[in-house]
């Protein structure tokens, strides 16, 4: 097994404490999250079903711009909405066209 470089070893230490200060919702709160949007993408209303893994747990305010891991700045997601579709137009135009 090779080596971590100090770069690597980093990094994974970063990750390690931002999932223990900050950490995915857990099964459980999947489960209400499912249940909540009753199985439906909360921006166009596709159905999902959750075996077919086109649903995605969708950051409000993404991650890489500061938005937590919190189950409160998550929402379910049909994979069209949460890919090219979201990324193509600021967030605000986003949900104007959808809601």
């Known amino acids: 097994m090779a080596k971590d470089t100090p ?4 990094n994974k230490i ?4 931002a999932a223990i200060l900050d950490p995915h919702p857990s099964a459980k709160e999947v ?4 249940a909540y949007f009753g199985s439906s993408c909360a921006y166009c209303g596709l159905e999902l079903l959750r075996e077919s893994r086109i649903g995605h747990l969708d950051h409000v ?3 890489a711009f500061g938005g937590s891991n919190s189950i409160h700045n998550h929402v379910l997601s049909c994979a069209r909405c949460n ?6 137009m600021c967030w605000e135009e986003f949900l104007k ?3």
Do not use: H
Request: aromatic content about 4%.
């Open 14 to 17: 970063r990750r390690s404490l």
């Open 31 to 34: 489960e209400r999250l499912w």
């Open 61 to 63: 305010s993404a991650s």
């Open 83 to 88: 890919g090219d579709e979201k990324r193509e």
């Open 7 to 10: 770069s690597m070893a980093k």
């Open 97 to 99: 066209v959808k809601c």
